[in-house]
């Protein structure tokens, strides 16, 4: 919540939208989002994406396998309840991923192609217009950045992840004023 504040000062021309992730849907932790988007005047948050003028963004958790929005909300059931783990799991999970082997399975589970087509799909049963008046889709989860992947007339974009050792591709861009959606 601290994050989001400071984000929100730091940015007093910007709207700030936040879109849940499987790491980010305990009940409580929308509770707390819900709080905050009451103080803060310029902060949204979406359950499942949003469409912000021809831009649609997702957290991308939907490309984890091939699902439609019922599967997506059975997946993120299972972080629901989810419990930090003991600082022993903490620190083998630092050591994977220094060597490397986090970053190889996501190379592996996640080829460009595959993640996009699995996007398609989800969005496709999540919002079946999708396609009309969307030129570029934003997603994250997969540790993957990448760029400019066109698929049809579509453009894809990936973020990638801000945890060391995986790649990591901000993505700055603006938007003229728009109607925004909520894929909720």
């Known amino acids: 919540m601290e994050w989001l504040r400071a984000l929100h000062a730091a940015y007093p021309a910007c709207e700030i939208h936040y879109v849940l992730g499987n790491h980010d849907c305990p009940e409580f932790f929308r509770e707390r989002l819900d709080e905050l988007a009451k103080k803060l005047d310029r902060f949204q948050w979406h359950e499942f994406g949003v469409r912000i003028g021809t831009a649609l963004f997702v957290h991308g958790d939907c ?15 299972d972080w629901d309840n989810d419990r930090q783990h003991g600082r022993w799991m903490a620190k083998a999970y630092v050591a994977v991923d220094r060597l490397g082997i986090t970053r190889a399975a996501h190379q592996c589970y996640f080829p460009r192609r595959t993640t996009v087509e699995r996007a398609m799909h989800y969005l496709d049963y999540a919002c079946p217009e999708w396609r009309v008046n969307t030129l570029d889709c934003y997603f994250g989860h997969t540790h993957q950045p990448f760029s400019d992947y066109r698929h049809g007339d579509i453009r894809f974009h990936n973020t990638g992840s801000a945890i060391r050792g995986m790649g990591f591709n901000p993505l700055p861009f603006r938007m003229p004023a728009a109607m925004v959606e909520s894929l909720n």
């Open 63 to 77: 490309t984890h396998r091939t699902m439609d929005p019922a599967a997506l909300r059975r997946f993120r059931e």
